[in-house]
């Protein structure tokens, strides 16, 4: 498929390019942006007036729960989520069923996703075998399989030294090491943020504290060894600071928030609501605000959904018996788009943290509309209104503490490789 896109504002930060022109695609490939280009014979027009036309977003931190757990997504469904919310690429964490951690669920991964799939999907390998937190995994492998990264997401690596001895390793063969910052010991039986709300609930509190010692020492290490390191899901202000501070310091830490952590507080979990339990959990007024200082400043590089989908079965239950998590590929964009409106950044900065930061902290080559790069693009509507409702949603799992609301924003249209794989 040839494209033409005219009449956009096309907004490239790679090339701090912000204007109105056209840009046409040929062989799957960004062949020429300009103004007034004119279409080749055979080439389908899409007229983007009135919209931003972008390099492809990128989800760098995704549960596609593909293979073991497909009743609550799985590669189809969750790249069709993916595409209907502006997403190109998304990188999918390594705790399914088997884990991520060899050669064999890598390749499955990438071959499904390649088949059958409608976005790119670069898989993220475990840091330890079966997430065990006792034995690091061959990253070698994982790395030559197409893993773009390792982690041990929805569980932290306790062992002090064998994190340390997994950054050495991942960084001799230039792979980034994504760090879900938790001390297990103080989250204990914990549901949700310790505080006023948890207290007035009657739930079991998870103190701040857990986060930010966890966040501490993974720039410690980080400093220490000299090598990157990438901190998943910041949600409090200490965190923020910590990061921020470790940066001044010149340590190679980068770091990633979710929308949910710099819109919702933890009044959303009143009512017992099973959709606003996460891990990190929602926090207070105080941590949001200083979600948002972070991502203006630019001490948090990336934004990212950290979708999670589970069963309805899985969340129709107690609060303390339902399973941490919510998707948001498909609620992320217009969320997002909320910090441009309110002011925390400019739509180039907007940009940058949900495309070209994630490509450059895993080395992924996109995020660019340069002539002769892959056409990944993201057309954005910045004006529709659209109501998050169940029926709609392309993700098989509903767990959205959204349903029912209008949001304001979104995909208008998602080119991967050069071929439309969503129009609204």
Same mark, same amino acid.
């Given at each position: 498929?040839?494209?033409?896109?005219?009449?956009?504002?096309?907004?490239?930060?790679?090339?701090?390019?912000?204007?109105?022109?056209?840009?046409?695609?040929?062989?799957?490939?960004?062949?020429?942006?300009?103004?007034?280009?004119?279409?080749?014979?055979?080439?389908?027009?899409?007229?983007?007036?009135?919209?931003?036309?972008?390099?492809?977003?990128?989800?760098?931190?995704?549960?596609?729960?593909?293979?073991?757990?497909?009743?609550?997504?799985?590669?189809?469904?969750?790249?069709?989520?993916?595409?209907?919310?502006?997403?190109?690429?998304?990188?999918?964490?390594?705790?399914?069923?088997?884990?991520?951690?060899?050669?064999?669920?890598?390749?499955?991964?990438?071959?499904?996703?390649?088949?059958?799939?409608?976005?790119?999907?670069?898989?993220?390998?475990?840091?330890?075998?079966?997430?065990?937190?006792?034995?690091?995994?061959?990253?070698?492998?994982?790395?030559?399989?197409?893993?773009?990264?390792?982690?041990?997401?929805?569980?932290?690596?306790?062992?002090?030294?064998?994190?340390?001895?997994?950054?050495?390793?991942?960084?001799?063969?230039?792979?980034?090491? !994504?760090?879900?910052?938790?001390? $297990?010991? &103080?989250?204990?039986?914990? @549901?949700?943020?310790?505080?006023? =709300?948890?207290? #007035? +609930?009657?739930?079991?509190?998870?103190?701040?504290?857990?986060?930010?010692?966890?966040?501490?020492?993974?720039?410690?290490?980080?400093?220490?060894?000299?090598?990157?390191?990438?901190?998943?899901?910041?949600?409090?202000?200490?965190?923020?600071?910590?990061?921020?501070?470790?940066?001044?310091?010149?340590?190679?830490?980068?770091?990633?928030?979710?929308?949910?952590?710099?819109?919702?507080?933890?009044?959303?979990?009143?009512?017992?609501?099973?959709?606003?339990?996460?891990?990190?959990?929602?926090?207070?007024?105080?941590?949001?605000?200083?979600?948002?200082?972070?991502?203006?400043?630019?001490?948090?590089?990336?934004?990212?959904?950290?979708?999670?989908?589970?069963?309805?079965?899985?969340?129709?239950?107690?609060?303390?018996?339902?399973?941490?998590?919510? !998707?948001?590929?498909?609620?992320? $964009?217009? &969320?997002?788009?909320?910090? @441009?409106?309110?002011?925390?950044? =400019?739509?180039? #900065? +907007?940009?940058?943290?949900?495309?070209?930061?994630?490509?450059?902290?895993?080395?992924?080559?996109?995020?660019?509309?340069?002539?002769?790069?892959?056409?990944?693009?993201?057309?954005?509507?910045?004006?529709?209104?659209?109501?998050?409702?169940?029926?709609?949603?392309?993700?098989?799992?509903?767990?959205?503490?959204?349903?029912?609301?209008?949001?304001?924003?979104?995909?208008?249209?998602?080119?991967?490789?050069?071929?439309?794989?969503?129009?609204?």
């Amino acid at each position: 498929m040839n494209l033409l896109i005219k009449n956009g504002r096309v907004i490239d930060p790679s090339q701090k390019i912000d204007g109105v022109m056209d840009v046409l695609v040929e062989d799957g490939l960004i062949k020429e942006l300009g103004a007034g280009l004119a279409a080749p014979t055979g080439v389908e027009t899409i007229d983007a007036a009135g919209k931003y036309v972008v390099p492809g977003l990128i989800d760098m931190h995704v549960h596609l729960r593909d293979p073991g757990l497909e009743y609550k997504e799985d590669i189809i469904s969750g790249t069709k989520a993916a595409v209907a919310g502006g997403f190109t690429s998304i990188c999918c964490m390594p705790n399914t069923k088997p884990v991520i951690d060899n050669k064999t669920v890598a390749s499955y991964i990438i071959n499904k996703a390649k088949a059958e799939g409608f976005c790119n999907v670069f898989p993220v390998g475990s840091i330890t075998y079966g997430l065990s937190g006792d034995r690091m995994s061959e990253m070698g492998e994982l790395k030559e399989s197409g893993c773009v990264a390792v982690s041990d997401d929805g569980k932290p690596v306790g062992n002090s030294e064998l994190m340390m001895r997994s950054l050495q390793y991942a960084a001799g063969i230039g792979i980034m090491v !994504i760090s879900h910052a938790e001390e $297990l010991e &103080l989250v204990g039986e914990g @549901v949700m943020n310790e505080g006023f =709300t948890s207290t #007035e +609930l009657g739930l079991k509190g998870i103190p701040r504290v857990a986060e930010d010692i966890a966040t501490a020492r993974e720039t410690l290490l980080a400093e220490y060894t000299g090598t990157p390191i990438h901190i998943a899901h910041v949600s409090t202000q200490a965190s923020v600071r910590i990061i921020r501070e470790a940066k001044a310091r010149g340590v190679k830490v980068t770091c990633e928030t979710a929308p949910h952590y710099f819109t919702l507080t933890d009044d959303a979990v009143r009512g017992y609501n099973t959709n606003a339990k996460m891990n990190p959990p929602l926090r207070e007024s105080a941590d949001v605000a200083a979600i948002k200082e972070g991502l203006k400043d630019g001490t948090i590089d990336a934004i990212a959904t950290d979708h999670a989908p589970h069963h309805s079965d899985e969340k129709d239950v107690e609060f303390n018996l339902a399973m941490n998590g919510i !998707i948001g590929l498909e609620t992320s $964009l217009p &969320l997002s788009l909320g910090l @441009v409106d309110e002011g925390v950044l =400019t739509l180039n #900065e +907007l940009i940058e943290k949900m495309s070209c930061n994630p490509s450059k902290i895993l080395n992924l080559k996109r995020a660019t509309l340069k002539a002769g790069s892959v056409a990944d693009i993201t057309l954005i509507d910045p004006t529709i209104e659209w109501v998050v409702e169940t029926d709609k949603l392309a993700s098989k799992s509903k767990n959205s503490p959204w349903l029912g609301q209008k949001l304001k924003g979104g995909a208008a249209a998602t080119v991967v490789g050069g071929k439309l794989a969503y129009k609204r």
